[in-house]
């Protein structure tokens, strides 16, 4: 089993619709959460960052983290179709041991213009 | 310079061949990953540079890839002998604080 689950999708919606993306994971110790974008042929970009539970607002991107439920989640409200990409989550653990990021495999998003 | 620059941005080589992949992190940048991501997959983490400290290389699937990091700067993954099965992107990114990574447009390597 993957420490970090995500749906790869798919996911097709229209223009305007809110987003939900979401990710499991199981390993207790991460606290740090982020979500990256990828367009196609590209590098992920940060999109959010959160630190343990609790909620992030940025624009019309909210970020969730449940860590009783160890379940993270993006919204993206009034989607465009720019908004167009492969959304990954990624997430450590606390302190100077390895600080390397661990990602899920991606959702793939698609907006109808 | 102002984003992760890697290079070569493709890269098809013959099976049994060794590649180097370079990476100039963002100037400043202490931190520097390497990660792998194949097809419909994830990325993989692969080494992980922290300025003059050790590096992670917990990552790194066989001894046939190497890395180095010259004086706190750019870096280079090396794979020798190469296989089928490393055929992916592979993305640099570098990082001042360790949390939000910049990543660059990856390599990606095509082994025939």
């Known amino acids: 089993q993957k420490e970090v689950e995500q749906d790869p999708g798919p996911l097709s919606v229209p223009e305007g619709a809110i987003v939900s993306l979401n990710c499991t994971y199981s390993n207790s110790a991460f606290q740090y959460f982020m979500w990256y974008r990828q367009y196609s042929r590209k590098g992920p970009e940060l999109l959010m960052y959160t630190y343990s539970s609790g909620n992030k607002e940025d624009g019309r991107f909210t970020a969730q983290v449940d860590k009783s439920s160890k379940y993270i989640s993006l919204f993206i409200r009034d989607s465009q179709p720019s908004d167009s990409a492969t959304y990954l989550c990624?997430?450590?653990?606390?302190?100077?041991?390895?600080?390397?990021?661990?990602f899920g495999s991606g959702t793939r998003l698609q907006v109808q213009p | 310079g102002a984003g992760v620059s890697q290079s070569p941005s493709n890269k098809v080589t013959e099976k049994g061949k060794d590649v180097e992949l370079r990476c100039d992190p963002i100037?400043?940048?202490?931190?520097l990953y390497w990660y792998r991501q194949s097809l419909g997959q994830g990325l993989e983490f692969l080494i992980y540079?922290?300025?003059?400290?050790?590096?992670?290389k917990s990552g790194l699937p066989s001894d046939r890839f190497s890395a180095e990091r010259t004086g706190g700067s750019v870096s280079t993954l090396t794979i020798q002998r190469t296989q089928q099965e490393d055929s992916a992107v592979y993305l640099c990114a570098s990082s001042l604080t360790g949390e939000g990574y910049t990543f660059g447009s990856g390599t990606r390597l095509t082994v025939v």
């Open positions: 100037s400043g940048h202490t931190a």
């Open positions: 990624a997430m450590r653990g606390e302190g100077t041991g390895r600080r390397a990021l661990t």
């Open positions: 540079f922290q300025g003059n400290s050790a590096p992670d």
